[in-house]
């Protein structure tokens, strides 16, 4: 048997078509302390139910993380910054003199009617936090933003840490919460924009560890990966002379037929897409190949088990 680094457990959350921001997922029943709902945005209530849901797969309680939690990585992609009007609107009412900005007014009297509660609400890391605090996790850390493509060098860093000796088992998250006024304004005046009918809210989390790990559990390993590599081609986020960003699943004996995403899922498409694959059951190897609109360009093997 090999000792290759494996996902022993994927688990994915998407929103439907019918609703798709992500208000139905509760992690109540995952917090250490429940009154601490309310400093929980949506990307972090997907963060810690996908986290749940994907520990509970791999036969890990939260007595298993918190024994060896300095061995314990956690990796997480978190989607654009996200606010609503109702949080905009206060502010920049109070915020313009002449028919203008005014910073002036803004840092003395704008910043003054945002809700106490918002900056832990927006902050990227705060994903990372909420499933560090309720499931243990105090071993290696990376926060990375926003795309599919930084998704990757999360799941590259996590699996250095095995590789390394840094960490037995890591976990590895991406949450987009995109259904909102600011990324859908953001994404709809980008370069190849993108319609807000398109967007969802969506979240997943991989365990990542050791193959001989995760069989002493009990657990099969549901998928591997064989081969990445990255690349990097600068251009500005608002250059409609850029080539369309793109997203591909193929099989390499059939590179022809391949699967592009129907709905935009933010950072953590992929991981998504991968779980729907091992779902499937369908044993091999699926190559996926990404070119981002910051032109981040990537290309990943994964091996999928049945």
Request: aromatic letters at 6%.
């Amino acid at each position: 048997m090999s000792d290759n680094v494996v996902v022993s457990a994927i688990a994915a959350i998407v929103a439907s078509p019918d609703s798709p921001s992500i208000t139905q997922v509760d992690p109540t029943p995952f917090l250490e302390v429940r009154k601490s709902r309310k400093y929980l945005s949506p990307q972090d209530d997907l963060a810690v139910v996908a986290a749940a849901q994907s520990l509970e797969k791999a036969s890990l309680t939260k007595g298993h993380i918190r024994e060896r939690s300095a061995r314990v990585g956690l990796a997480m992609c978190v989607g654009y910054l996200s606010f609503d009007k109702k949080d905009t609107e206060p502010v920049l009412a109070v915020s313009v003199e002449d028919e203008r900005f005014s910073m002036k007014r803004f840092s003395s009297e704008g910043m003054r009617k945002t809700h106490p509660l918002l900056t832990f609400r927006c902050l990227p890391n705060m994903p990372a936090f909420h499933v560090s605090v309720n499931f243990g996790a105090q071993g290696p850390y990376f926060c990375t933003y926003p795309g599919p493509a930084q998704t990757y060098a999360a799941i590259e860093r996590a699996r250095d840490w095995i590789l390394d000796g840094d960490a037995d088992i890591a976990l590895v998250g991406a949450v987009a919460h995109q259904r909102n006024f600011l990324v859908e304004h953001h994404l709809g005046r980008v370069a190849h924009a993108v319609a807000a009918a398109q967007l969802r809210d969506a979240g997943a989390m991989i365990v990542l560890e050791r193959e001989s790990t995760a069989r002493a559990r009990g657990v099969r390993p549901v998928a591997t990966l064989k081969a990445l590599a990255r690349s990097m081609v600068p251009t500005l986020v608002y250059d409609g002379s850029a080539a369309k960003p793109e997203s591909a699943w193929y099989r390499p004996e059939d590179p022809d037929v391949f699967d592009t995403e129907r709905v935009d899922l933010g950072c953590a498409a992929p991981l998504v897409t991968l779980a729907e694959r091992v779902e499937q059951r369908r044993a091999g190897n699926v190559v996926h190949d990404l070119l981002t609109r910051e032109r981040l360009q990537t290309s990943a093997v994964w091996e999928v088990f049945a």
